[in-house]
T-cell receptor
Framework: GAVVSQHPSRVICKSGTSVKIECRSL??????MFWYRQFPKQSLMLMAT?????????EQGVEKDKFLINHASLTLSTLTVTSAHPEDSSFYIC???????????FGPGTRLTVL | GDSVTQMEGPVTLSEEAFLTINCTYT??????LFWYVQYPGEGLQLLLK?????DKGSNKGFEATYRKETTSFHLEKGSVQVSDSAVYFC???????????FGSGTRLSIRP
């Protein structure tokens, strides 16, 4: 079946540093990927839609300069949290929309802790 | 805008009990409706879906019927198992957009 991986699964960083999270579709192509943020015991909030070869579309209230998204190939999207602060600590989840289908596959998530 | 409202948890049941998790939605047009499940330590998995009114989605003993008249998509299972313990999310996708909007999630715990 279709698999989406995320790396790293967990990361702890110091305040002010930048962290990159990768999202890969392992056995299918995905022109479109999505990045979500999940707070403890809460739902997933869509942050941005990532399209291969073009700029990401950010949801209202999401700082595009803080959460940099790059979708350089049909199987890889990256989210970089720049100048991270403790309030950025969260669970980040990506999903990949399999090309020529309407099915999204979710990655296992990355837990970011900013000290 | 579009939204999903689902019953708050946590929900705790005994094994073999009947399960209902309520979900209602507001949307323009005719959305597709989904239930996703998140087992402890794992990513979201699609449990079932329905794409038009009166469709019934089913999987692993769970089922949900797309009710346009009541804008609902309640999740049911006749006899739950301990292994069903997880967080369940109701969700919708409107029209041709691929963006999925999630409800707040319901944590389900099943006692042996």
């Amino acid at each position: 079946g279709a698999v989406v991986s995320q790396h790293p699964s967990r990361v702890i960083c110091k305040s002010g540093t930048s962290v990159k999270i990768e999202c890969r579709s392992l056995d299918f192509q995905a022109t479109t990927m999505f990045w979500y943020r999940q707070f403890p015991k809460q739902s997933l909030m869509l942050m941005a839609t990532s399209n291969e070869g073009s700029k990401a579309t950010y949801e209202q209230g999401v700082e595009k300069d803080k959460f940099l998204i790059n979708h350089a190939s049909l199987t890889l999207s990256t989210l970089t949290v720049t100048s991270a602060h403790p309030e950025d600590s969260s669970f980040y989840i990506c999903s990949a929309l399999r090309d020529f289908t309407d099915t999204q596959y979710f990655g296992p998530g990355t837990r970011l802790t900013v000290l | 805008g579009d939204s999903v409202t689902q019953m708050e948890g946590p929900v705790t049941l005994s094994e073999e009990a009947f399960l209902t998790i309520n979900c209602t939605y507001t949307a323009t047009g005719y959305p597709s409706l989904f239930w996703y499940v998140q087992y402890p330590g794992e990513g979201l998995q699609l449990l079932l879906k329905a794409t038009k009114a009166d469709d019934k989605g089913s999987n692993k003993g769970f089922e949900a019927t797309y009710r346009k008249e009541t804008t609902s998509f309640h999740l049911e299972k006749g006899s739950v198992q301990v292994s069903d313990s997880a967080v369940y999310f109701c969700a919708l996708r409107s029209g041709s957009a691929s963006k999925i909007i999630f409800g707040s999630g319901t944590r389900l715990s099943i006692r042996p």
